[in-house]
């Protein structure tokens, strides 16, 4: 989805390095994800953020930290990358909920991250 | 805990055939659930959602899920395959949280790699 960007798409990095992935969006939204995918395992959350103040940690949060700098913009960093980190992240957003309905999720096109 | 399951890794059928993808879920509570797609190298995109109504949810691109309480499914369908559907689907659920939450989290399946041959 244009509208749900990632830079950079593809990084190969060394153990141990410090390493940010960035997501920017255009949708007006609120609320932003990072997720982080393996194959067989579907994707797991790994913090989620419902406005510029809120950061929550999600179920796989070891390791990695976030940064919400603007409605638009939310940063995932690997402090010390290991190579277990090595997997696909994508980052996704969606608008507040209205009457309790809850709405989709736009997902960007994803980084390949491979840790050496 | 929330949860899905999709139990087949892989789903294959000839072009023009039906196809379905299954999921099963398990919440506290009624369900929303959703369907979602990942195309080669692209992120997911959305195909359709239950919420409350009519258990037969029509979809993008021609696909459709019927929600099933009793068996707690939610099975992705389509009456004719094509090759283009060759993908990677994921089925996910969320259940209803009071207004105001913190929650708010889809939970994902493992996915179901579907394939169409010509």
């Known amino acids: 989805d244009a509208d749900v960007t990632q830079t950079p798409r593809n990084r190969i990095t060394k153990t141990g390095k410090r390493i940010m992935l960035e997501c920017s969006q255009t949708k007006g939204h609120d609320r932003m994800y990072w997720y982080r995918q393996d194959p067989g395992l579907g994707l797991r959350l790994i913090y989620y953020s419902f406005d510029v103040k809120d950061i929550n940690k999600g179920e796989i949060s070891d390791g990695y930290s976030v940064s919400r700098q603007a409605q638009a913009k939310f940063s995932l960093s690997l402090e010390s990358a290991i190579p277990n980190q090595t997997a696909l992240y994508f980052c996704?957003?969606?608008?507040?909920?209205?009457?309790?309905?809850?709405?989709?999720?736009?997902f960007g096109p994803g980084t390949r991250l491979t840790v050496l | 805990a929330q949860s899905v399951a999709q139990p087949e890794d892989q789903v294959n059928v000839a072009e023009g055939n039906p196809l379905t993808v299954k999921c099963t879920y398990s919440v506290s509570g009624n369900p929303y659930l959703f369907w979602y797609v990942q195309y080669p190298n692209r992120g997911l995109q959305f195909l359709l959602k239950?919420?409350?109504?009519?258990?037969l949810v029509k979809g993008s691109y021609g696909f459709e899920a019927e929600f099933n309480k009793s068996q707690t499914s939610f099975h992705l369908k389509k009456p004719s395959a094509l090759v283009s559907d060759s993908a990677l689907y994921f089925c996910?659920?969320?259940?209803?949280?009071?207004?105001?939450?913190?929650?708010?989290?889809?939970?994902f399946g493992r996915g179901t790699q579907l394939t169409v041959w010509p």
């Open positions: 996910a659920v969320r259940d209803i949280v009071p207004r105001g939450s913190t929650l708010g989290r889809l939970y």
């Open positions: 996704a957003t969606s608008d507040w909920p209205r009457q309790d309905v809850y709405n989709e999720q736009f």
């Open positions: 239950y919420i409350t109504g009519d258990n």
